[in-house]
């Protein structure tokens, strides 16, 4: 009878141990699969360029490209041009969303200001940054403020609507809780609203972010005589398509890579620990 005992166990686990590598390769295969669609094009550009598919004066190769950016990084060229473009979306990013979770927050928290601003506000950002360029050129010139804030503009629209949607969210269970403990209206906007709305800004900030990135390198190839977007228009000029290529996968993957990061500041925001106290005393008082 031990020896029945001692043997029981012996099939489960070895089960386990078959089940190891199964999951290890699913999550090896999870990790690899948004890389299956870039791989396949990256292929079928390298199989088009030998095969002479495309005109190397349409599409080079993807090497010829590599060649450029290697010159581009060894020359300086590349860091001069990512210095001036992060330079431009940084300042005009900071502004704009500054000035978008001021009057998001003003909005949500003053509701006859949002009957006053919201209407006009909702009109004026249907109209894409390209139709504002000539009115901001007549007002300020062709030079970096005319950047700073077409940039600025762009990243304010996101920004102000998600901190306005951020504010109005918080259940009113949480403010009324919030009275009761006798918090002042200060308090209650910095220790449960705004916790409560984190979450909601930080998308709001990355999204704002994705804009400013664009609206960078349109006004980059609209007026501009450096920058990431400067060297598609050069490269275009030239006919040199390596470069306007190198120069696209560069905006590419600067974009993608602090995307990524504002994603995982957005993936750890969350409720703050005075909003979880209030909720869980709001529970405990309904119950």
Do not use: C
Request: hydrophobic share 50%.
């Amino acid at each position: 009878m031990s020896g029945n005992t001692l043997s029981a166990p012996l099939p489960s686990t070895r089960r386990g141990v078959r089940q190891a590598p199964a999951e290890l390769l699913r999550n090896a295969g999870g990790r690899l699969l948004p890389w299956l669609l870039p791989l396949a094009l990256l292929a079928l550009w390298q199989s088009g360029a030998s095969q002479g598919w495309i005109s190397p004066q349409v599409l080079p190769s993807p090497h010829f490209v590599w060649l450029t950016l290697q010159d581009l990084y060894s020359s300086g060229d590349l860091w001069l041009n990512v210095q001036a473009s992060m330079q431009r979306v940084l300042v005009g990013f900071a502004v704009g969303s500054a000035l978008g979770l001021a009057l998001g927050a003003a909005m949500g928290l003053w509701r006859p200001l949002e009957a006053y601003i919201l209407p006009t506000f909702n009109a004026l950002v249907q109209i894409p940054v390209l139709a504002w360029l000539p009115f901001v050129l007549l007002l300020v010139g062709i030079g970096e403020p005319l950047k700073y804030i077409l940039i600025a503009k762009a990243a304010l629209v996101p920004v102000t609507l998600n901190t306005l949607q951020g504010f109005r969210q918080t259940p009113a269970s949480l403010l009324e809780v919030a009275r009761v403990y006798g918090y002042t209206r200060r308090q209650q906007v910095l220790e449960v609203v705004l916790p409560h709305a984190l979450p909601t800004l930080f998308t709001g900030l990355r999204l704002g972010f994705t804009k400013a990135w664009l609206s960078l390198v349109v006004v980059e190839l609209v007026a501009s005589s450096e920058g990431l977007g400067y060297l598609i228009v050069y490269g275009r000029q030239l006919f040199q398509l390596d470069l306007v290529m190198a120069a696209v996968i560069v905006v590419g993957a600067i974009g993608y890579v602090i995307d990524k990061l504002l994603d995982m500041a957005e993936a750890r925001a969350g409720g703050g620990q005075a909003a979880t106290r209030l909720g869980a005393a709001s529970t405990g008082a309904q119950a």
